[in-house]
């Protein structure tokens, strides 16, 4: 099976900050890489899918890049509506989808 | 409106079953595959299940796999999770999810319902 790791866990950052969000497969899932946002109590949103195509209807300020094992989720200017858990999540291999642990982003 | 809509969560005891259901509006329900996906309390996003648009492929997590069940009625426009031999591993919140093809075998899940809470207690 496939393994993703999200790195950091968490972090706090400021309004207007750029963040960065990292994903590490166990092995190359040819940019078979989405990213959701979550908000406590509510369903997760689907940001970008393909590693870097924007969902219909998510701000531009959200970004995705990455081949191989590596892939990265940026907010280039952090808003306060962007407080939420983000995950990656593989779906290169059959049979299931694997998703990282998450990443926590909090207000500093 | 796209949206789906679980129900059928409550509390189980150890060893019973439980059946959840999804109920599907504002998008043609019988050509899109569907996904289970759970979280347990204060943890990730768990992948469950998987059906094909018209039910004839499923797949399951090997945490569930002979224990649950997928299936879905495309003339109610309705996905179900039966789920046997409950445990206490199983607590969580289930959503259900569609499945987009974005093209060149890219997946996504691009509508969820708001979840419905499965808690396996004594």
């Known amino acids: 099976d496939i393994q993703m790791t999200q790195s950091p866990s968490s972090l706090s950052a400021s309004v207007g900050d750029r963040v960065t969000i990292t994903c590490r497969a166990s092995?190359?899932?040819?940019?078979?890489l989405n990213w959701y946002q979550q908000k406590p109590g509510k369903a997760p949103k689907l940001l970008i899918y393909?590693?870097?195509s924007l969902q219909s209807g998510v701000p531009s300020r959200f970004s995705g890049s990455g081949s191989g094992t590596d892939y990265t989720l940026t907010i280039s200017s952090l808003q306060p509506e962007d407080f939420a858990t983000y995950y990656c999540?593989?779906?290169?291999?059959?049979?299931?989808?694997?998703f990282g642990q998450g990443t926590k982003v909090e207000i500093k | 409106e796209v949206q789906l809509l679980e129900s059928g969560g409550g509390l189980v005891q150890p060893g019973g079953s439980l059946r959840l259901s999804c109920t599907a509006s504002?998008?043609?329900?019988?050509?899109?595959?569907m996904s289970w996906v759970r979280q347990a309390p204060g943890k990730g996003l768990e992948w469950v299940s998987d059906?094909?648009?018209?039910?004839?492929?499923?797949?399951?997590a090997d945490s569930v796999k002979g224990r649950f069940t997928i299936s879905r009625d495309t003339s109610k426009n309705m996905l179900f999770l039966q789920m046997n031999s409950l445990s206490a591993e199983d607590t969580a919140v289930y959503y259900c999810a569609r499945i987009t093809v974005f093209g060149v075998g890219q997946r996504g899940m691009d509508v969820w319902g708001q979840g419905t809470t499965v808690t396996v207690s004594s």
């Open positions: 999540q593989q779906s290169y291999s059959t049979p299931g989808w694997t």
């Open positions: 092995q190359s899932i040819n940019t078979f």
């Open positions: 393909a590693a870097s």
């Open positions: 504002g998008f043609t329900f019988s050509g899109s595959a």
């Open positions: 059906i094909s648009g018209f039910g004839g492929s499923t797949k399951f």
